[in-house]
């Protein structure tokens, strides 16, 4: 017995297009990272392109291009939130331009381990990006040859890059400047910080940005706080802070650190907000949902991740450059974990 069926045929362009309501060319604007596209439209086609599972054919566009159709990440790290989306934000605009994306793992910042990093990129060709938000990836992105195209992720850069520098950034200066502002604003003398690591060794940029607000308000400076990457070095640093009991608010460079602050004072019998006001970074999934919430600042990664695409896919396609460029502007979120000192409450 013979049995019939239907066999569904592959999404085209302009079925995409038809989903999306756009037209077909917008929606090989969004393919091929084109900067003009509005950030809703290039949402609902690549939504589109999700939901009726539609990609190119890349093999097919690899010999007809003869080019490799392909782009590895350098990076130290793919579990962290701020990595892990801008991960997410390259493979979206990757796989709607139909390239395949490829990890290339730093194991350290030794000469030898990022040379060899480096050299299994360029051998797989195409293009890279460099996560350069510590010293390994810093180091990667002055080792990638002149001839391989590559965009660096960055911290935000002392001065604006000249065009020969393929670089994406966010405004973390900004955003620490912001945050800083606020916790002054609720009536706190002064604000400690607990500080991530510099991707160059030197003062980093929201290290710089909390600097400049005390500066401005003519607050006290206290001395940085080293708290690393996670959650158990905001531990020891909340630990250290809860003894002093003129310290009334604290800004973390992320909202792992954040975390291990609050558990910190919370041991310490020092209730946040009431006695002491907690800020992070980042605005990571969890943070509002701990108890109490948490003030942070929210940073578009997948957006940065994706634009570090579009850039790295204009040069490959040989198509004109944007100048180097933040990518849109941090936002403060007010939770529950800052509020007045309690002199003031």
């Given at each position: 017995?013979?049995?019939?069926?239907?066999?569904?045929?592959?999404?085209?362009?302009?079925?995409?297009?038809?989903?999306?309501?756009?037209?077909?060319?917008?929606?090989?604007?969004?393919?091929?990272?084109?900067?003009?596209?509005?950030?809703?439209?290039?949402?609902?086609?690549?939504?589109?392109?999700?939901?009726?599972?539609?990609?190119?054919?890349?093999?097919?566009?690899?010999?007809?291009?003869?080019?490799?159709?392909?782009?590895?990440?350098?990076?130290?790290?793919?579990?962290?939130?701020?990595?892990?989306?801008?991960?997410?934000?390259?493979?979206v605009a990757a796989r709607a331009a139909s390239y395949?994306?490829?990890?290339?793992?730093?194991?350290?910042?030794?000469?030898?381990?990022?040379?060899?990093?480096?050299?299994?990129?360029?051998?797989?060709?195409?293009?890279?990006?460099?996560?350069?938000?510590?010293?390994?990836?810093?180091?990667?992105?002055?080792?990638?040859?002149?001839?391989?195209?590559?965009?660096?992720?960055?911290?935000?850069?002392?001065?604006?890059?000249?065009?020969?520098?393929?670089?994406?950034?966010?405004?973390?200066?900004?955003?620490?400047?912001?945050?800083?502002?606020?916790?002054?604003?609720?009536?706190?003398?002064?604000?400690?910080?607990?500080?991530?690591?510099?991707?160059?060794?030197?003062?980093?940029?929201?290290?710089?940005?909390?600097?400049?607000?005390?500066?401005?308000?003519?607050?006290?400076?206290?001395?940085?706080?080293?708290?690393?990457?996670?959650?158990?070095?905001?531990?020891?640093?909340?630990?250290?802070?809860?003894?002093?009991?003129?310290?009334?608010?604290?800004?973390?460079?992320?909202?792992?650190?954040?975390?291990?602050?609050?558990?910190?004072?919370?041991?310490?019998?020092?209730?946040?907000?009431?006695?002491?006001?907690?800020?992070?970074?980042?605005?990571?999934?969890?943070?509002?949902?701990?108890?109490?919430?948490?003030?942070?600042?929210?940073?578009?990664?997948?957006?940065?991740?994706?634009?570090?695409?579009?850039?790295?896919?204009?040069?490959?396609?040989?198509?004109?450059?944007?100048?180097?460029?933040?990518?849109?502007?941090?936002?403060?979120?007010?939770?529950?974990?800052?509020?007045?000192?309690?002199?003031?409450?």
């Amino acid at each position: 017995m013979h049995v019939t069926g239907h066999t569904r045929h592959p999404a085209s362009i302009r079925d995409v297009a038809t989903a999306a309501g756009v037209s077909y060319q917008t929606v090989s604007r969004v393919i091929n990272g084109h900067p003009s596209v509005r950030p809703a439209t290039r949402d609902r086609v690549l939504a589109a392109i999700d939901d009726l599972g539609f990609r190119r054919n890349a093999t097919a566009l690899a010999l007809a291009s003869g080019r490799s159709r392909a782009v590895t990440v350098l990076t130290v790290n793919t579990t962290h939130h701020g990595y892990a989306s801008l991960l997410q934000g390259v493979e979206v605009a990757a796989r709607a331009a139909s390239y395949a994306v490829g990890i290339g793992v730093l194991e350290s910042d030794e000469e030898a381990a990022v040379a060899a990093g480096v050299q299994r990129a360029a051998d797989v060709g195409g293009g890279v990006i460099v996560i350069a938000y510590d010293p390994a990836g810093v180091r990667a992105l002055g080792a990638v040859p002149a001839e391989l195209p590559v965009v660096g992720v960055v911290e935000t850069p002392q001065a604006p890059p000249g065009g020969d520098r393929p670089w994406v950034w966010t405004d973390d200066r900004e955003a620490a400047y912001e945050a800083t502002r606020h916790l002054l604003s609720l009536g706190h003398e002064t604000v400690h910080y607990v500080a991530i690591p510099s991707s160059t060794r030197r003062t980093s940029a929201r290290t710089s940005g909390w600097r400049r607000a005390l500066r401005e308000a003519g607050a006290t400076e206290p001395r940085p706080v080293q708290g690393g990457w996670g959650p158990e070095g905001g531990h020891s640093a909340g630990l250290r802070l809860a003894r002093n009991p003129a310290v009334t608010a604290i800004l973390c460079g992320n909202d792992e650190l954040a975390l291990g602050v609050l558990r910190a004072l919370h041991e310490c019998g020092r209730p946040v907000p009431g006695e002491v006001s907690v800020a992070g970074f980042d605005d990571a999934p969890h943070s509002a949902y701990l108890t109490p919430s948490l003030t942070t600042v929210r940073l578009d990664f997948t957006g940065l991740g994706r634009a570090a695409f579009a850039l790295l896919h204009g040069m490959l396609e040989g198509a004109a450059q944007d100048a180097p460029r933040p990518v849109r502007a941090p936002e403060l979120v007010v939770r529950e974990s800052s509020g007045p000192p309690p002199a003031i409450a």
